[in-house]
């Protein structure tokens, strides 16, 4: 069964700190992995889209790797922000079908505390 | 920012009523989607399509219908409303190949 599970569920830090989230996947044929933002009320903002062959990419202060592997993706944030506060959903799309179809994580809560 | 647009941003409405949520995307994408998502829980996908003319049904069963006559507009259609029906629906475009799609707001429906 194809899958995405996120951990931590969610995270609390204190702003300037930096953290890393966690995705594992079980997706398969994999196509790319993509890490969305989605602040409360809002629809999710792409981050990153990583393909097979890539192992990091970064936006700003976000960083995404991939291991496709052991099936797992990491996403850095560093020197964090208030703004940063929002849930970090990991997506990963399969080779299986002309749309490529989408599976999603239930995301990770991260709130910055000031 | 994605120019991609939903409307009512917020809906309360009875049971048995029929409604629409419009969506619509000024970035000419050929593929459109709509999601529901309940709180802290993941995205569903619901209706797709992929051209003008085009509709299929997602993974998540709904009882809610798409139509999609113009590339710019994917509106979803509830025929009789109920209280199950209570979520988030998300509207999404992209364009070919691995583009990632664009999300609209959101519309937070309220069925009482």
């Known amino acids: 069964k194809n899958q995405v599970e996120q951990s931590p569920q969610s995270l609390i830090i204190l702003e300037g700190k930096n953290c890393t989230l966690q995705?594992?996947?079980?997706?398969?044929?994999?196509?790319?992995l993509r890490w969305y933002k989605q602040d409360t009320g809002r629809g999710p903002v792409s981050l990153t889209i990583?393909?097979?062959?890539?192992n990091t990419k970064s936006n700003g202060r976000y960083t995404a790797t991939l291991d496709a592997d052991t099936k797992q993706s990491s996403l850095h944030i560093t020197a964090s922000q208030l703004s940063d506060s929002a849930s970090y959903i990991c997506?990963?799309?399969?080779?299986?079908?002309?749309?490529?179809?989408?599976?999603f994580g239930r995301g990770t809560q991260l709130t910055v505390w000031p | 920012e994605a120019d991609i647009y939903q409307t009512p941003r917020y809906l309360v409405i009875g049971t048995g009523k029929k409604i629409t949520l419009e969506c619509s995307q000024t970035?000419?994408?050929?593929?459109m989607y709509w999601y529901q998502q309940d709180p802290g829980m993941e995205l569903h996908l619901i209706h797709y399509?992929?051209?003008?003319?085009?509709?299929e049904k997602g993974d998540l069963s709904s009882e809610s219908t798409v139509s999609r006559i113009r590339t710019e507009h994917f509106p979803l259609t509830l025929e009789s409303a109920r209280p199950s029906h209570t979520s988030q629906y998300l509207c999404?475009?992209?364009?070919?190949?691995?583009?990632?799609?664009?999300f609209g707001p959101g519309t937070r429906l309220l069925v009482l």
């Open positions: 999404a475009s992209s364009g070919q190949g691995l583009e990632t799609q664009y």
């Open positions: 995705c594992n996947y079980t997706v398969s044929p994999f196509s790319n």
């Open positions: 990583m393909t097979f062959s890539e």
């Open positions: 997506v990963v799309a399969d080779r299986g079908s002309t749309l490529g179809r989408l599976y």
């Open positions: 970035m000419g994408h050929d593929k």
């Open positions: 399509s992929y051209g003008v003319n085009s509709t």
